[in-house]
């Protein structure tokens, strides 16, 4: 049986005295959309960090196509094939679209044809063809979040990390952009999300696991996670579980997606 894409072993990241992640375990197989869920300041992002090279780990392993990546450089990480987008955009403000692109498949390609050529595929990839001349600067969020995904998708990644990449989209735009990673994935590209939206993660992924203080407390096929009373009591408190009988009530938004969680709990 073949490695997975991706293996986290007992990962800890501290800072100071305060554990952010917390002997952290996961792994995503090639081929599969994987997502990682939790309250606000569960360690989500941190996790995401430490895997991607952005942060040395404590102790722990990270395993990227069955090497042991743990401690190496960022560039070294990407050239392997796992790279990840960022909550915060910051696009090269002054360059257009096509230019912004451009520098990820630099990474790739040295020729400057091959990597204008592959810049603009990928443009047309994320639907923005129209906008290739356009300086970033001008962009809505919806354009920087999907310049933000072109940059990475430039670097012809194996696996792709997504760090709340829907944050501030309109329904609409959610919409889009999840039939986007749904492409992406059926182009051969492995991907691991965070994400707040629950009607993506649960239109999206195969396998969820949700983190809290830094801390894997459940994993698995998603409609049998938001149903764990772990995982509510993690989102509403002490004894909500028991007073919900440990069941979930609310719809995704409008589509069949599955269970979310509770009304009234914190996104993801």
Not at 10 to 16: A, C, D, E, P, Y
């Amino acid at each position: 049986m073949s490695a997975p894409m991706l293996q986290v072993q007992g990962l800890t990241k501290i800072f100071g005295g305060l554990k952010a992640v917390d002997d952290a375990s996961l792994k995503v197989e090639e081929g599969r959309i994987v997502a990682l869920i939790g309250p606000n300041g569960a360690g989500k992002t941190t996790l995401f960090a430490c895997i991607a090279g952005f942060l040395p780990v404590n102790t722990g392993q990270v395993t990227l196509l069955g090497q042991d990546i743990t401690g190496w450089p960022v560039h070294r990480i990407a050239r392997l094939g796992m790279v990840r987008t960022f909550q915060i955009t910051q696009p090269f403000a002054k360059l257009s679209v096509h230019e912004n692109i451009a520098v990820g498949a630099y990474q790739r390609f040295t020729d400057r044809d091959e990597a204008w050529a592959h810049a603009q595929r990928v443009a047309e990839q994320v639907g923005m063809g129209a906008q290739l001349e356009q300086p970033a600067a001008d962009l809505t969020v919806a354009g920087r979040k999907r310049l933000e995904l072109a940059r990475t998708l430039a670097t012809n990644p194996k696996l792709l990390l997504l760090d709340e990449v829907m944050a501030g989209l309109n329904p609409s735009e959610i919409v889009e952009i999840v039939d986007i990673i749904r492409k992406i994935r059926d182009s051969g590209v492995t991907v691991l999300l965070i994400e707040h939206v629950m009607q993506a993660v649960m239109s999206l992924s195969e396998h969820l696991y949700v983190l809290s203080y830094g801390r894997i407390i459940a994993d698995g096929a998603p409609r049998d996670v938001v149903r764990d009373p772990a995982v509510i009591e993690a989102y509403l408190g002490r004894g909500a579980a028991e007073q919900m009988g440990g069941q979930t009530s609310g719809q995704t938004s409008g589509q069949d997606d599955g269970q979310a969680l509770p009304q009234g709990a914190p996104h993801a």
